[in-house]
């Protein structure tokens, strides 16, 4: 495009810009920044934008835009100052408090109820003396127990004993009788092993009269004695048989004893476990809140790095997004600490409400290499 011509196209477009500058909100003012998108604000009214007139001149034509956005800048009369781009909000955050730590470094539960510190020990002996199952199982010790001495009770000899005294006084007229009677027995009854039953019974009895109207006494005394020997010869009869009730009670016996061992076992072995499961969520929640703390302090430093000019500020979105996943940990790990707390206080039958901490640090030790001197000897 000729030089000439240039300049009318300019002298032109000034011209109409100034001619409507009365009746709308457009300047045009010459500048080193181009029309950008950033700087433009969309609040213009249409009636400025149909009073935006660019004449050209006949026979001219704009080969390229890029010289007339040079120079020109579209600045809205009433726009809103922007904030620098630098600058990026921030969410506002409450600094990470140091959770109160137990002798073993864990954390102390958020609790109104008091702290209640426990060893393995002390859940080993509360499980002992509070668990349901433990105690259920004692009592059926007792029945059980009970059974077996009935079950062993039957070759032992049942004796019976009795004593009857009896005393009547008679009168009639001119008579009088008085009469003592006194009787004592003895029933002793044995079961042998063949499955036969032997019986002894002893029976004595006394007695005295003496009638005022009658001359003399009539006194006496008796004894019975009777053995008796039943044995069955086809049916319940050896003493395979009949010594086998013995030998099951004493197997359901030692069966009973193994079920103790293995519910006292099982028991013993679930509280252990949840006193561990509630240990390991208590160093969880520190690791939680250590992770919280130093993603907010990532954020921190993200966003000075952004004022500074030495990030994008589209970075502080990455950091961001780590805070509020480690505060979605955080949330899991407390719900994990209680849940292993309800846990542990349902195995020792306590309290829901109790606020226990375990303070107990697992030792391990390395196990010693014992390598043979020859191995570290070449001959």
């Known amino acids: 495009m000729p030089s000439g011509s240039q300049e009318n196209l300019f002298s032109d477009l000034a011209a109409s810009f100034e001619s409507s500058s009365a009746s709308t909100s457009i300047q045009t003012q010459p500048g080193d920044h181009p029309f950008s998108l950033l700087n433009f604000d969309p609040s213009i009214s249409a009636d400025s934008l149909t009073s935006w007139q660019i004449i050209p001149v006949p026979g001219s034509r704009i080969k390229s835009q890029s010289n007339f956005t040079k120079t020109l800048k579209v600045i809205p009369a009433q726009s809103t100052p922007q904030s620098p781009p630098s600058q990026s909000p921030t969410i506002p955050r409450t600094p990470a408090q140091p959770p109160a730590q137990t002798r073993s470094g864990s954390p102390v539960s958020e609790s109104d109820q008091p702290r209640i510190d426990l060893t393995l020990r002390d859940t080993v002996i509360l499980a002992l003396e509070n668990n349901r199952t433990i105690q259920n199982q004692y009592l059926e010790r007792i029945v059980q127990r009970q059974d077996l001495a009935v079950a062993e009770d039957i070759f032992t000899p049942d004796f019976t004993p009795a004593l009857l005294i009896g005393w009547n006084n008679l009168e009639s007229a001119g008579s009088n009788a008085v009469s003592n009677n006194l009787e004592a027995s ?7 092993p063949t499955g036969g039953t032997l019986s002894f019974l002893w029976r004595g009895q006394g007695a005295q ?36 009730p013995v030998r099951i009670a004493r197997i359901d016996e030692t069966i009973n004893l193994l079920t103790l ?43 000075v790095l952004i004022d500074a000019g030495r990030r994008p500020a589209i970075d502080i979105i990455t950091v961001q997004r780590d805070v509020a996943t480690q505060q979605v940990g955080l949330l899991n790990a407390e719900g ?15 309290s829901d409400d109790l606020n226990v901490v375990a303070i107990d640090t697992p030792m391990v030790e390395s ?13």
């Open 336 to 350: 994990s600490v209680q849940q292993s707390q309800l846990n542990l206080l349902e195995i020792l039958d306590l």
């Open 261 to 303: 061992k293995q519910t006292l076992i099982n028991e013993i072995t679930a509280a252990i476990l949840a006193y561990r499961n509630l240990l390991q969520a208590q160093e969880r929640l520190v690791i939680a809140r250590s992770s919280l703390a130093s993603a907010e302090q990532q954020v921190e430093d993200t966003q």
């Open 186 to 192: 003895a029933d002793l009854r044995l079961r042998v």
């Open 209 to 244: 009269q003496d009638g005022r109207s009658f001359v003399g006494q009539n006194d006496f005394v008796r004894q019975r004695l009777v053995l008796t020997l039943t044995q069955p010869l086809l049916r319940n009869a050896g003493a395979e048989v009949n010594r086998a």
């Open 367 to 379: 196990p010693a290499l014992d390598l043979p001197y020859s191995t570290n000897c070449p001959e």
